[in-house]
């Protein structure tokens, strides 16, 4: 699905290149010309981040370091503290500016403090050591050493990835005026000014007992390090888009080392990535091209290929789902009444989005320079940071979307949309012409999945309105915990390379919405088969085909390096678990395979989690 989507956007950016530079495909073309041009880059070296290496070599203090950080969202610099905006999840009216832990250059906090993790780390100070000789930077071993001790320490009191997924926990709404009291050793002020947000009066604050440990890290930190350490985050973020010496130092250690890729992308896939957006260097790694032109791309990439007639088959089979969604949650026999109730409210309150946005974004004020790679990328940046931060005072626009229509990936998302991209309507996740068996089981349940997100560990604690609060009983509550605690403990025991193990608290939104999904499409196809009985097709039954259409979906290859980095890092099980682990839970999966006690994957009815 990825090739075809690669393949595509080959095609249309090779012919948005011959286009006048001032249209939407003519901006495209030059952006994607800018990144092709490697006679250019190899020319001007490391010249395109010039300018930031030498603002932080003068910063007198920390302060202006600071500000700096608050650029991180329109150039290249990197920050102790992440900066997003979305949904308030307590006033759904209106949007707000969350903050977060951050600085940490590894995947994952456990890069830094497992033993199991430190030949990559050992690697990591190697390659710190390595972009700052790039950039003739005065002694970069020893300074790379620092930048990891710095970061060890920041890696120390973060919160874990498990601990990130507790709403409650992590909704902390302060004023602007109020954190320089909770974090006196940093200078917010500056912060919030660097990012374009000095008037914003509110925020929310995420790991809340992290946030002053962070602080008080930067504060003794030598400010020699955090130079060292801001210029290497500079060149570690700019290098993707840099000449060869920058951008294969960059692919050696983030996609060789962490992730197993043997050799590095063609430069066009490169280059249709960091124009489209995702991950631009197309490994699921580290940085996640910040500075795009994803819905630009989207709006030429619908036009030419996802035609009316899929948007109208998809939105059908979608009414479909959510009617057996409503019919389990309407005889769930674990629920009681007043909180049935509410979930079938918040259900119902559910936007379908299918394939692009119906009100395209207006790109006619964003410059493109097809002699200008780094600059278009901080302009594209500035562009998206500047549309976000201007709607901070308007109401909340529920048609907006988060993902681009090229992307072969759906969400749940804060808006109380699920949202399926016209990237992810193919084969064999979607066809008109196929089985609707196989439809049911492949995108049926991906919608299912969506659907049931809404209702997970995380999406249960969000009510009709989206608002964060909890409209459970606690009898439903306990319940919903006891059987969402078994799950997990499941999925724990999973190893799916030696030594290392799923992480069941991670990974449990997404198995429960796995589970849940893969039940509701295959109560969905029963539905849709009006009281007869499923034809018999090459030999295999509707529910053995809605099956083999989950497991087909999730079809896929990844190195051990890359799953090892997976079950630390990522709330998605590997591929395989994704089949096996909801399957085994489903007692139809038993009936139709003939799975019997003394199978490998055979759970006593009494063990299989029931939960949507």
Not at 38 to 43: A, C, F, K, M, T
Not at 490 to 502: N, T
Request: hydrophobic share 40%; charged share 25%.
């Amino acid at each position: 699905m990825s090739d075809t989507i690669e393949a595509r956007l080959h095609d249309l950016m090779e012919a948005a290149a011959k286009s006048p530079s001032v249209s939407l495909e003519g901006k495209v073309g030059a952006f994607y010309k800018a990144f092709m041009n490697e006679g250019r880059l190899r020319q001007i070296g490391k010249a395109p981040i010039a300018t930031e290496i030498e603002t932080i070599k003068r910063a007198p203090d920390r302060a202006t370091l600071t500000e700096l950080m608050g650029r991180s969202k329109t150039d290249f610099y990197g920050s102790i503290y992440s900066l997003v905006t979305d949904v308030d999840f307590k006033d759904i009216g209106h949007y707000a500016v969350y903050i977060g832990q951050a600085g940490l250059g590894l995947p994952n906090r456990d890069y830094y403090l497992e033993p199991s993790f430190a030949s990559q780390k050992s690697a990591y100070q190697a390659y710190i050591a390595q972009l700052l000789s790039l950039l003739g930077w005065k002694e970069a071993n020893a300074c790379a050493a620092a930048v990891v001790e710095f970061e060890t320490r920041i890696a120390q009191v973060s919160w874990t990835k498990a601990e990130q997924r507790d709403l409650d926990k992590i909704y902390n709404p302060y004023r602007t005026l109020e954190l320089d009291g909770l974090m006196p050793e940093f200078a917010w002020n500056a912060f919030l000014k660097g990012a374009g947000i000095a008037t914003v009066g509110r925020v929310i604050v995420a790991e809340q007992s992290a946030f002053p440990k962070i602080a008080a890290i930067y504060q003794m930190t030598p400010l020699n390090v955090l130079k060292a350490w801001q210029a290497f985050t500079v060149a570690d973020n700019a290098a993707f888009y840099m000449s060869e010496p920058f951008s294969a130092a960059r692919f050696q250690f983030r996609n060789r080392i962490l992730s197993g890729q043997p050799a590095e992308s063609v430069r066009w896939k490169r280059a249709i990535h960091a124009v489209s957006g995702g991950d631009c260097d197309a490994s699921g790694d580290h940085l996640d091209c910040f500075g795009n032109m994803g819905f630009a791309v989207g709006q030429l990439y619908t036009a030419r290929y996802f035609p009316a007639e899929t948007k109208a088959n998809i939105e059908a089979l979608v009414v479909n789902v959510k009617a057996a969604m409503r019919s389990r949650l309407e005889r769930l026999d674990w629920m009681t009444p007043a909180t049935r109730v509410q979930a079938l409210g918040k259900l119902d309150t559910y936007q379908i989005k299918v394939g692009y946005p119906e009100h395209p974004r207006d790109f006619s004020g964003l410059k493109i320079r097809e002699e200008d790679l780094l600059g278009d990328v901080r302009r594209a940046a500035e562009w998206d940071w500047r549309f976000k931060i201007a709607r901070l005072q308007s109401p909340v626009d529920r048609a907006d979307w988060t993902m681009t229509p090229q992307t072969n990936d759906a969400y749940n998302g804060s808006l109380r949309d699920i949202v399926f991209p016209a990237g992810i309507l193919q084969p064999p996740l979607f066809d008109p012409a196929a089985d609707p068996a196989i439809n049911y089981g492949a995108i049926g349940a991906v919608i299912g999945h969506e659907l049931s997100h809404g209702f997970d560990d995380e999406g249960r604690k969000l009510d009709a309105k989206g608002e964060l609060r909890n409209w459970w009983t606690a009898q439903d509550a306990a319940e919903f915990t006891l059987r969402a605690t078994k799950l997990a403990a499941q999925y724990s025991a999973y190893e799916p390379v030696p030594g290392a193990h799923i992480n069941g608290e991670l990974t449990l939104g997404e198995n429960i919405a796995d589970l849940g999904g893969l039940n509701v499409a295959l109560e969905a196809y029963h539905r849709s088969l009006l009281g007869h009985s499923a034809p018999l097709l090459d030999g295999f039954t509707g529910d053995q085909r809605v099956f083999l259409g989950w497991a087909q979906a999730w079809r896929g290859k990844a190195r051990e390096d890359y799953v090892r980095k997976q079950v630390v890092s990522d709330p998605h099980s590997p591929r395989a678990f994704r089949v096996i682990g909801p399957a085994r839970n489903i007692d139809e999966w038993y009936a139709a395979f003939g799975v019997k006690q003394g199978d490998v994957y055979y759970l006593d009815p009494k063990q299989r989690v029931r939960i949507w």
